[in-house]
T-cell receptor, first 110, second 115 residues
Framework: QKEVEQNSGPLSVPEGAIASLNCTYSDRVSQSFFWYRQYSGKSPELIMSIYSNGDKEDGRFTAQLNKASQYVSLLIRDSQPSDSATYLC??????????FGTGTRLQVFP | DTAVSQTPKYLVTQMGNDKSIKCEQN?????MYWYKQDSKKFLKIMFSYNNKELIINETVPNRFSPKSPDKAHLNLHINSLELGDSAVYFCASSQDQASVGGELFFGEGSRLTVL
């Protein structure tokens, strides 16, 4: 069973802090990795994709990938209350399927 | 214009009934999906179609039957509804199949409640 694991949280951080969200995956052949954000009652939306080892930055977001450790993370700098949402890690399993983790709920308090 | 639209947004029905959810995308994408999100927020793929051809059929009861009349539409019909079918069903589309790293664009979801 191919799995994507995330801590369900909630992860609570103060406004302005760095939020660090982590994800591990079981399938070594996975090549594509994604972070989706889902606000309560809304649909998931893609915020980051990463395909190679290392860091990828986009504004306040940085995705980090370590294929040897089967680990992908998302850092959110200068966290804002509007970042409060559930963050879903998704991994392509080497076929045509995207496997989602159960998500980490982030709460940013003023 | 909504990129991926689903109807209806809410369905409340009795056990044993049959219901359908419709999905349309105007992004010109070749691949469409149905995902089920349960009460614990776990998002699990059910079906995927590429240009009207079924390419992913997960372990889903055969009470669930997808249908893609053309590459812009993917419908889901559910027979003999059970309590455990209560969930939010998301339609999604992507330009490429997931194997080449296609980004998914989700519809707003259809919340199904079976009483």
């Amino acid at each position: 069973q191919k799995e994507v694991e995330q801590n369900s949280g909630p992860l609570s951080v103060p406004e302005g802090a760095i939020a660090s969200l982590n994800c591990t995956y079981s399938d070594r052949v996975s090549q594509s990795f994604f972070w989706y954000r889902q606000y309560s009652g809304k649909s998931p939306e893609l915020i980051m994709s990463i395909y190679s080892n290392g860091d990828k930055e986009d504004g306040r977001f940085t995705a980090q990938l370590n294929k040897a450790s089967q680990y992908v993370s998302l850092l959110i700098r200068d966290s804002q209350p509007s970042d409060s949402a559930t963050y879903l890690c998704a991994v392509n399993d080497g076929t045509d399927k995207l496997i989602f983790g159960t998500g980490t709920r982030l709460q940013v308090f003023p | 214009d909504t990129a991926v639209s689903q109807t209806p947004k809410y369905l409340v029905t009795q056990m044993g009934n049959d219901k359908s959810i419709k999905c349309e995308q105007n992004l010109g994408h070749d691949t469409m999906y149905w995902y089920k999100q349960d009460s614990k927020k776990f998002l699990k793929i059910m079906f995927s179609y590429n240009n009207k051809e079924l390419i992913i059929n997960e372990t889903v009861p055969n009470r669930f039957s997808p249908k893609s009349p053309d590459k812009a539409h993917l419908n889901l019909h559910i027979n003999s509804l059970e309590l455990g079918d209560s969930a939010v069903y998301f339609c999604a589309s992507s330009q490429d199949q997931a194997s080449v790293g296609g980004e998914l664009f989700f519809g707003e979801g259809s919340r199904l409640t079976v009483l």
